[in-house]
């Protein structure tokens, strides 16, 4: 009994903390616990200003938005568009100015979300690291004065949301050292939806045939709603034909012509777009008068479009019109002077046009007739297609020395045409004195320290606003030189040019004056001082040596540097033998003499073909021989083929660099009788060109060859080889497609090459033959809407050229192509198995023909087109797939199409299946557990899911020993569970939610220790409380509880 009650003294206390915690809204159960028993606790960072990250950031004044700012522009893209050196700004010693890595985005917030937090996200990097500070509708908030808001790195984080203080504009201003930039505006917004007024609807008589329309009037919602209408009772709803029409615009129900049925009461039904929330009108009945039926009348457009319509590029335009008439008016549409786009669809009886991905060409006036056999009324009204801004040409990141003039031109293409902005550390940049603004180029003359920052060029029309920054960096110092400049040895020879570099770091520009010796340089024809200081001297003489000295001076100080020049003579090269021709197998040595400056040390170099000879790896063919200090030879061994080419001697000096090249040609000797005047080359190809040299030998040794002969081509011949690997190729139905491989050109043997297609169906005698007068093809296509698919063929092809005919090739066999699959997949099955996963099956009528390869599955969300689809594709006979990553909780349409190598067969009929909603996200809370032994008994608080996340179906204990990756899992319907830990050590406990869209979010892990079975004695049995309270309140409970099983 004891036991018992004090149980219940536990769970009251849990149950006046939670009644406490209602009182300070969105905080929760165990903060509010914390607050009430430990008012001194420093343990929650939220509430504890010293723990509140604090800005630092240098002041800018009062901060503002540009004051040309008007009502609330809404930003096209998220896209980060500042542009930087890449390479600059990721170099961490370099000190730079803040860049966006991430911008707010629009924000809707559903007024009944149990969440009660907003985030919007900022974030930059910089060095030194940026600091943060956030503005709303233009006013900067400040954040240290009201709990409910917190910075987190960047980003603003506001609890307990609300409309009437916070919906509004708002920006993340980032600052370090070197200025500020202001982000793209986001909107924060609230969705909810009110109730209709609970005022009784009057009843709505007419006659039969009749039109009639009935008023929604639907409650105070943002943002939009989705209308539909229930006829007598829930979930009866009206079905939209060509006589009843629900405007998605208005609300309102249309029937063009009433009838008897019609007769009964009307709900109006709203369904808030992002709560899901709906609510329901009070109804409206209908009734028919009594004073006889209507007659027939001309069509009267009660609903249509504006007369102006606006849409950005890339959306999708729905144009409504519907007419009340009898008999009941038909809809049609036209763009006037012009066609409709062929990708525009009527919907809902042709009483809306949609005209998905809206581009500028479809923009214009269009129409709507209504029309019965009483007349007919006409609509018409423009649509204008508008484009956000996009940039063109944007900004860089420009460094200028004090007193130059920035120019910087940021451009970007919209329609309506965009107007240009400026703004320096984040607050509007007006024109002044040095300051010009005009169609988005700003000037500043004369720049000085002041004008340093960062700046900011902004792009906008009436739909969008689009921004590009950049740093200015003003340079201000004294002249130095790089450590490579400042003190050279210069070594030419005579005639060279010397450039003597003379670039000091400097701001502003420098004055660079130049001495040889103690005297003043004087410029002549053939000495020139640069435009950016350097020196050069053309055709150097020993005159030009000596010493020379550069200095550069402005305002803040001076520096100089020092070359000497020494001219040196041209050094030369000798490379013997000129021109060499050996047969394999002989030898040579190559001599390569340089004649240079005594004072210069020689190098030598040897190639082949321009290519350096590598003596390791010739085989020993190739030896270095360095005879002397001004000389060197090449050893060529045993001399092969291959080693016929350039050979090639480079000598180089600190001075210069001279080379020279021989020849070597290598032959394989054709021996004949020493008393002939003349002989016959046979074997030769048909068509190609030949030269011919002839060289003397005898027992002393080979002599000179002759100069080559004239070039003489061999006469053409008929062509001897046919193509090779004659097969089929696939195509589509009705066609055989044979293929080969080309001869190749020295196989042709005469002009006018082609080749000869000979073919017949299998059995028959007559050969078709066609010419292909390529010689590069290696394809042919022959098309008869009469051959059967998969007719076999006797195929050959053989060449031909000016001279006659060749030979064909050996016979194959080829069948005509199979075509595309003919039939749909049928039976088409979708199932929702989880969050993100939908498995499709599906069956295939075998065909005798279009023999799938494989199946297409398209799939796309409920408000998408199916031109949006996305696909995926399976090989072989497979008859199902796992489609995964899909988002949770969204109506899917999918098809289902065959296709093989000729092309896709017709798809499925569509199916729909809805991806399970997403797992609960609370976690298991205050898990108690006693431990008896090796049997721990836990139990938890029910987790409640979201309204947008599945239910609760059961949980799952997980449990496993410390250092193991593998868990054991119990499942339970219960929120209580006992776990036996057969092993001794420590084992690691969680506990989920089981539900359709999967497993929920983890309890925190709870660590129990066993004694492999060994019982623990009642002193020693405890209960362990795991609370998002406050330890202090765990350890009171703990010590009340007794030692027994609960």
């Known amino acids: 009994m004891w036991l018992s009650w004090k149980l219940f003294l536990f769970l009251s206390l849990t149950g006046c903390l939670s009644e406490y915690s209602e009182a300070v809204p969105g905080l929760p159960t165990s903060y509010a616990a914390i607050l009430r028993i430990k008012s001194g606790s420093s343990s929650l960072p939220s509430f504890n200003s010293k723990n509140r990250p604090r800005l630092s950031s240098p002041s800018i004044g009062s901060v503002s938005s540009p004051a040309w700012r008007g009502a609330a522009q809404h930003y096209h893209s998220p896209t980060n568009l500042y542009h930087f050196s890449e390479a600059f700004k990721h170099d961490e010693s370099v000190d730079y100015g803040p860049v966006f890595v991430q911008e707010p985005g629009d924000v809707i917030f559903p007024t009944d979300s149990e969440e009660k937090k907003v985030s919007l996200n900022c974030q930059a990097r910089g060095n030194p690291t940026p600091t943060y500070r956030w503005l709303r509708n233009g006013t900067e908030i400040d954040i240290e004065s009201d709990y409910r808001y917190s910075l987190i790195e960047g980003s603003l984080m506001i609890n307990n949301p609300s409309e009437m203080k916070d919906s509004g504009q708002y920006q993340c201003l980032t600052t370090n050292m070197f200025g500020s930039i202001l982000s793209r505006e986001a909107v924060l917004q609230f969705a909810y939806l009110g109730n209709f007024s609970g005022r009784t609807r009057s009843a709505v008589s007419v006659r039969e045939g009749q039109g009639v329309v009935l008023m929604c009037s639907p409650p105070p919602h943002s943002p939009e709603i989705i209308y539909s209408w229930v006829f007598n009772e829930f979930p009866s709803f009206v079905t939209e034909d060509s006589r009843r029409f629900i405007s998605q615009e208005t609300g309102n129900l249309y029937i063009s012509k009433v009838q008897t049925s019609d007769v009964g009461s009307y709900i109006c039904l709203v369904k808030n777009t992002v709560t899901n929330a709906r609510v329901l009108s009070p109804p409206t009945p209908l009734t028919l008068r009594n004073d006889g039926v209507m007659g027939e009348y001309e069509p009267k457009i009660e609903v249509h479009f504006p007369y102006t319509v606006t849409a950005a590029r890339g959306t999708t335009v729905k144009m409504e019109c519907f007419a009340l008439g009898n008999p009941v008016p038909t809809i049609s549409w036209r763009k006037v002077n012009g066609h409709n786009p062929s990708k525009a669809r009527l919907r809902k009886s042709q009483a809306v046009l949609e005209i998905p991905n809206v581009q500028l060409e479809d923009a214009g006036m269009y129409e709507c007739k209504a029309e019965n056999s009483r007349g007919r009324n006409v609509f018409r009204g423009q649509l204008q297609v508008y484009t956000y801004p996009l940039w063109v040409e944007k900004l860089n990141d420009t460094q200028l020395d004090s007193g130059d003039q920035l120019r910087w031109e940021c451009k970007a293409t919209a329609k309506p045409r965009p107007t240009y902005h400026w703004l320096k550390n984040g607050v509007p940049l007006w024109p002044q004195n040095r300051i010009e603004m005009v169609n988005g180029v700003l000037v500043i003359h004369s720049v000085n320290v002041s004008d340093a920052g960062m700046y900011q060029c902004l792009a906008e029309n009436k739909y969008g606003t689009i921004y590009a920054s950049a740093e200015l960096k003003i340079l201000a110092s004294a002249p130095t030189f790089p450590l490579n400049q400042m003190r050279k040895t210069i070594i030419i020879t005579k005639g060279q040019e010397v450039l003597i570099e003379c670039k000091p770091q400097a701001s502003p520009k420098p004055t660079i004056t130049w001495k040889k010796g103690d005297k003043a340089l004087r410029e002549s024809k053939r000495i020139t001082i640069l435009p950016h200081g350097s020196l050069r001297i053309l055709n150097a003489s020993k005159s030009d040596e000596g010493r020379y000295s550069c200095q550069g001076v402005n305002v803040f100080g001076s520096a100089e540097i020092i070359a000497s020049v020494s ?480």
């Open 567 to 1046: 001219v040196k003579e041209p050094t030369r090269i000798e490379l013997t033998p000129k021109k060499i021709e050996l047969t394999v197998g002989e030898s040579i040595v190559l001599s390569c003499k340089a004649l240079h400056d005594s004072t210069l040390d020689v190098t030598f170099y040897w190639t082949l073909n321009g290519q350096p000879i590598d003596f390791e790896k010739e085989g020993g063919h190739f030896e270095s021989i360095k005879a002397q200090a001004s000389s060197a030879d090449l050893m060529i061994r045993n001399i092969l083929l291959m080693h016929a080419g350039r050979y090639g001697c480079r000598v180089q000096t600190t001075a210069d660099t001279v080379s020279d090249e021989t020849e070597l040609l290598v032959r394989v000797p054709d021996v004949i009788s020493g008393d002939m005047e003349s002989a016959m080359a046979v074997e030769l190809n048909p068509w190609v060109e030949y030269e011919f040299r002839v060289v003397a030998t005898n027992k002393i040794g080979t002599g000179d060859p002759s100069t080559p002969s004239r070039v003489i081509r061999t006469n053409e011949a008929v062509p001897k080889t046919p193509p090779a690997n004659v097969s089929g190729r696939s195509g589509r139905r009705h066609e055989l497609v044979i293929a080969w491989e080309p001869v190749s050109e020295e196989f042709q043997n005469g002009e006018g090459f082609g080749y000869i297609v000979a073919f017949r169906p299998n059995g028959t005698r007559g050969w078709k033959e066609k010419m292909v007068t390529s010689s590069d093809a290696s394809k042919f296509i022959y098309r008869d809407e009469s051959v059967p698919p998969l007719t076999p063929f006797e195929v050959k092809v053989g060449v031909y050229n000016n001279k006659g005919d060749g030979p064909f090739s050996p016979i194959v066999v080829i069948r005509s192509a199979e075509g595309e699959p003919t039939a749909a997949p049928i039976d088409v099955k979708a199932t929702s198995l989880s969050v993100s996963e939908i498995l499709v099956a599906w069956k295939h009528i075998k065909e005798s023909l279009g023999r799938p390869q494989g199946f297409e599955v398209g799939y796309w969300k409920d408000m998408e087109q199916e031109e949006a689809a996305e696909k995926v594709k399976t090989e072989g006979n497979e008859s199902s797939i796992l489609l995964t990553g899909l988002e949770g909780n969204t109506l899917y349409h999918l098809t289902v199409r065959a296709y093989n190598a000729a092309g896709y067969g017709p798809p499925s009929t569509a199916v729909q299946a809805a991806t399970k909603k997403s797992p609960p996200s609370q976690a298991p809370g205050n898990i108690m557990w006693i431990q008896d032994g090796s049997h721990v008994s836990l139990g938890w608080e029910p987790v409640r899911p979201l309204a947008n996340e599945s239910d609760v179906m059961g949980y799952k204990v997980l449990f496993r020993q410390e250092g193991q990756s593998n868990s054991q899992v119990i499942e339970t319907q219960k929120t209580s569970a006992v776990v036996l830990l057969p092993d001794v050590g420590v084992y690691i406990i969680e506990v989920c939610a089981v539900s359709e869209g999967g497993d929920g979010t983890a309890s925190p892990q709870i660590r129990v220790p066993s004694f492999a079975g060994g019982k623990v004695t009642s002193a020693q049995s405890t209960l362990h409380v795991l609370s998002t309270s406050s330890s202090s309140v765990t350890l009171i409970l703990a010590l009340m509880v007794p030692s027994a099983s609960w």
